[in-house]
């Protein structure tokens, strides 16, 4: 970016945004936490290596675990809520078209 001088480039509550680097200087300091999976996310598409010793690969590997284990939870019970939705609008809908068919070859 030809002509801006003193900034960077930023990511502020979903809308890129150009901060002056005063302004990040002279924040506190934040700390990255290196088992997040957004940080890893951010090795893996940039290609750069594990910055995690081999002893804490445990920690991260558990980590990654518990994730898998609580989306896989959170998807099997919106499936369960689907097929059980799915279910009741089968049964409205034959319920209803088991009484138009009544009404239809009902002989007065």
Same mark, same amino acid.
């Given at each position: *970016?030809?002509?801006?001088?003193?900034?960077?480039?930023?990511?502020?509550?979903?809308?890129?945004?150009?901060?002056?680097? #005063?302004?990040?200087?002279?924040?506190?300091?934040?700390?990255?936490?290196?088992?997040?999976?957004?940080?890893?996310?951010?090795?893996?598409?940039?290609?750069?290596?594990? *910055?995690?010793?081999?002893?804490? *690969?445990?920690?991260?590997?558990?980590?990654?675990?518990?994730?898998?284990?609580?989306? #896989?939870? #959170?998807?099997?019970?919106?499936?369960?809520?689907?097929?059980?939705?799915?279910?009741?609008? *089968?049964?409205?809908?034959?319920?209803?078209?088991?009484?138009?068919?009544?009404?239809?070859?009902?002989?007065?």
């Amino acid at each position: *970016m030809a002509g801006y001088t003193g900034f960077s480039i930023g990511h502020v509550k979903d809308v890129d945004a150009i901060i002056p680097i #005063k302004c990040i200087i002279g924040s506190a300091k934040r700390k990255v936490d290196i088992l997040d999976r957004s940080w890893q996310r951010v090795l893996a598409s940039t290609g750069q290596p594990q *910055m995690v010793s081999p002893e804490n *690969m445990k920690f991260v590997n558990e980590k990654i675990d518990r994730i898998n284990k609580e989306n #896989k939870e #959170k998807y099997d019970a919106l499936i369960d809520d689907q097929v059980e939705m799915s279910s009741v609008i *089968m049964q409205a809908f034959v319920e209803k078209s088991n009484s138009q068919l009544d009404s239809n070859y009902n002989v007065d």
